[in-house]
């Protein structure tokens, strides 16, 4: 007889039932829904166009008030800028440069003007000098609108002699042991009505309790304060 070989059979192995649930190459399960990722991007961008819409809403906002602030100062001082002088006796020239400064950041309008406050220190019989045109004009000149001597005595002189260059009544602002000191607004050389009612509105302000203080820390007792 021939020569036969004889195949073994070879018996398979039962299949697991876990198999089943898992797809060949991604392992991914049967019968599971996969989850779905949520691109990252999308939301940046959108969060990125919120800011910038904000901040130009924001800019545009702040940049109206900014408008609206200046066409209201710029129509409160319709008629422009002017400044007036007030001399002062060097010992009171500390407070008093205090106050010009208040009034001056707050850009201060009378009559359609915003009137700059400038305060300069000098010797009272000095003023009262040139006032008197005893001597040639240095420090008084047309935008010399006030004055504070150390003296109502000095103020009475100018009152006796020259009286057309008060403008008002001299009311003292402030008093220490070297002398009483009256605010003398002046008229004449040049002081025109609006320098004239500037003179007389810093008076009011020099005498407002906000004021004060600075007269107090410079050893001064006011009339509000005797």
């Given at each position: 007889m021939g020569r036969h070989s004889r195949v073994d059979?070879?018996?398979?192995?039962?299949?697991?039932?876990?198999?089943?649930?898992?797809?060949?190459?991604?392992?991914?399960?049967?019968?599971?829904?996969?989850?779905?990722?949520?691109?990252?991007?999308?939301?940046?961008?959108?969060?990125?166009?919120?800011l910038l819409v904000a901040g130009w809403f924001g800019w545009n906002w702040a940049d109206g008030i900014l408008s609206n602030r200046a066409e209201a100062q710029a129509a409160e001082c319709g008629e422009g800028d002017t400044s007036i002088r007030v001399l002062t006796a060097p010992s009171v020239t500390k407070p008093v440069s205090s106050a010009a400064r208040q009034w001056n950041e707050a850009r201060t309008v009378v009559h359609g003007h915003c009137v700059r406050i400038d305060v300069q220190a000098v010797r009272s019989d000095r003023v009262l000098d040139e006032l008197l045109g005893d001597t040639d004009q240095t420090y008084v000149d047309d935008t010399t609108a006030a004055w504070l001597p150390e003296s109502l005595t000095v103020a009475g002189q100018l009152a006796s002699q020259r009286p057309e260059l008060i403008g008002s009544q001299p009311e003292s602002i402030a008093e220490a042991p070297s002398g009483d000191y009256p605010y003398v607004a002046l008229a004449g050389n040049g002081v025109d009505s609006v320098k004239q009612r500037a003179a007389q509105s810093f008076r009011a302000f020099l005498l407002a309790p906000a004021q004060r203080d600075a007269f107090d820390d410079a050893g001064f007792s006011t009339p509000a304060r005797r």
């Open positions: 059979e070879v018996e398979e192995p039962e299949p697991d039932p876990r198999d089943a649930l898992t797809s060949t190459g991604s392992h991914r399960a049967v019968g599971k829904a996969a989850r779905r990722k949520v691109a990252a991007w999308p939301i940046a961008c959108l969060v990125l166009v919120g």
